[in-house]
């Protein structure tokens, strides 16, 4: 039994499973790193996180790839999700599970659900015929083809006609849109809303949940000619990872407590399937629904949807291998705000990195260590040789921190970064006027004021450490290490954001000293 008196509050964070047909690129690299830095910033705040990202496995579109590669559809997962846990441990991403569909656990909670719904009425047997988008996995209505493709893709549809399982999406219609109407945090950003309002209102038709011309994917229980639609299956992650089989079965465990907290993030493309599908499947479950559905916007390259055809497609791994991980997580963070497109541009990424990565952040941590260690053989100024800290410091770092649970709370990311990097600018500033490098220390006063500016400037490295950290982990632990501070000793200190300048006596203690380093976080990048 956990537990659940130990933790301020429970939070469970989603990113989409992602199709195991080719390798991740960097909208999947997005996806995971803006769930990694929330799930960061919510343990950090004294919550009990739960953090779930992993691979969609099923489904003709895998079949269709594996038989091409001349491999199994098995073999085929089995290499490619190995592709995403690499990428994902070079960008630190702290999930709490990976979850593949082909886990066992899975399985069970599909086919539970599936026979739930069968029992009682939800899902019913009859035929579909229509069109149907196999790299989407989608099935469409004519009205929405352009001149026979997909309107997602771009790729011909399929005309289909088999006999297939129906979930009633028309019984929940009114419920769900009388239910997105009444609660503005359920879809954000909030202009998303508008969109799924209006695809409910042109009414929902009962959707088609199997299939029978392809095999790999999941039975339907009680009739294996039946395939559960991928997308059918994939949405159960959600469940399964928090213990959904455990709860069914009367267990104790922290399902109910997560999941009425759920945070999806998705890509815009596919909102429909967890703004609209998803909520009914709930309802039909008699379960909770996710507290927010979080969509994205795209990355494109020249304003084009990055394509392997188009050779236009970004790969992460490159990116991190030349650059860091931490510089890419900080550029999909900063160059737009959530929801929105983002031109992914190298000039723009390498300008960002030289001007606020290298220039701002890494030289005030290189000029203020070593000022520290010429002036004090890098022993830290204690409140009394040092006095108060900069009022003015202390008073810019308590209006960032006063609002980071809002900005957080609606993910509001590239503002945290720009009000952090404006913070940054405002230290280096008053260290170049005050030139400690100028004052007369051989009077008591003049030597006061230089330990006022170094414990200070020091001081304010330590906040920007903690404001970095969801977006930039390794940074920020290597400030840490510079610092003589164990890594992230915020997290475990009764430091919180509101008094996090005043409370820095509890760990730089009078005779501090920081390590001797001539580390350069972010080396300049020198454009041929």
Not at 145 to 171: H, M, T, W
Not at 495 to 504: A, C, G, H, Q, T
Request: charged residues 25%; proline residues 4%.
């Amino acid at each position: 039994m956990a537990n659940k008196d130990n933790y301020k509050n429970y939070f469970y964070v989603t990113t989409p499973i992602y199709y195991v047909n080719d390798k991740p690129h960097i909208g999947h690299a997005y996806s995971t790193v803006i769930a990694d830095s929330i799930a960061r910033f919510k343990r950090l705040s004294g919550y009990k996180v739960f953090f779930l990202t992993g691979t969609d496995e099923h489904g003709l579109k895998i079949e269709k790839e594996a038989d091409a590669r001349g491999i199994s559809p098995k073999e085929l997962a089995d290499a490619v999700h190995i592709k995403f846990k690499d990428l994902f441990g070079m960008l630190s991403i702290s999930y709490d599970r990976f979850i593949r569909t082909t886990d066992e656990d899975h399985i069970k909670t599909v086919q539970l659900a599936f026979s739930a719904l069968m029992e009682k009425g939800d899902i019913y047997l009859s035929e579909y015929e229509g069109w149907y988008c196999t790299p989407c996995e989608t099935f469409l209505t004519g009205k929405i083809l352009i001149d026979g493709n997909c309107p997602q893709c771009g790729r011909p549809a399929s005309r289909v006609k088999e006999e297939s399982y129906f979930l009633k999406l028309n019984k929940y219609e009114k419920r769900l849109e009388e239910y997105i109407e009444s609660r503005p945090e359920f879809i954000k950003p909030p202009f998303r809303k508008n969109e799924v309002l209006s695809f409910i209102k042109e009414g929902l038709n009962d959707l088609s949940v199997s299939r029978t011309s392809f095999s790999w994917g999941i039975p339907v229980p009680g009739n294996d000619k039946h395939i559960i639609y991928v997308w059918f299956d994939a949405l159960l992650n959600y469940l399964t990872a928090i213990g959904f089989e455990e709860f069914l079965e009367g267990g104790d465990n922290d399902f109910n407590l997560f999941f009425k907290t759920a945070n999806h993030i998705v890509g815009k493309d596919i909102l429909k399937f967890h703004a609209v599908y998803w909520p009914v499947m709930l309802f039909a479950l008699d379960l909770p629904l996710p507290k927010t559905i979080f969509a994205h916007g795209w990355w494109l390259m020249d304003n084009k949807k990055m394509s392997k055809s188009l050779g236009n497609v970004i790969d992460p791994v490159y990116l991190i291998n030349n650059y860091g991980a931490d510089a890419l997580r900080f550029y999909l963070l900063r160059e737009i705000t959530l929801g929105l497109d983002g031109d992914f541009n190298m000039d723009n990424f390498i300008t960002r990195y030289n001007s606020e990565l290298a220039n701002d952040l890494g030289n005030l941590v290189s000029r203020t260590t070593a000022m520290l260690q010429k002036y004090t053989g890098g022993k830290l100024p204690g409140f009394g040789e040092a006095g108060s800290i900069d009022e003015h410091l202390s008073k810019a770092i308590c209006n960032i921190t006063s609002t980071l649970n809002e900005r957080y709370d609606n993910y509001d990311f590239a503002r945290i970064l720009e009000e952090t990097f404006k913070f940054i600018n405002t230290v280096n500033k008053y260290i170049n006027d005050s030139a400690p490098w100028k004052i007369d220390i051989s009077s008591q006063e003049g030597k006061r004021n230089l330990y006022k500016i170094l414990r200070s400037a020091v001081v304010s490295i330590y906040c920007i450490s903690y404001l970095i950290y969801p977006f930039m982990p390794d940074t920020a632990a290597r400030i840490s290490k510079i610092l003589n501070v164990e890594a992230f000793a915020f997290f475990k200190s009764s430091i919180v954001p509101e008094n996090i300048f005043d409370s820095s006596g509890a760990l730089f203690k009078d005779g501090h000293k920081i390590n001797e380093s001539r580390e350069i976080l972010f080396p300049k990048i020198i454009s041929t």
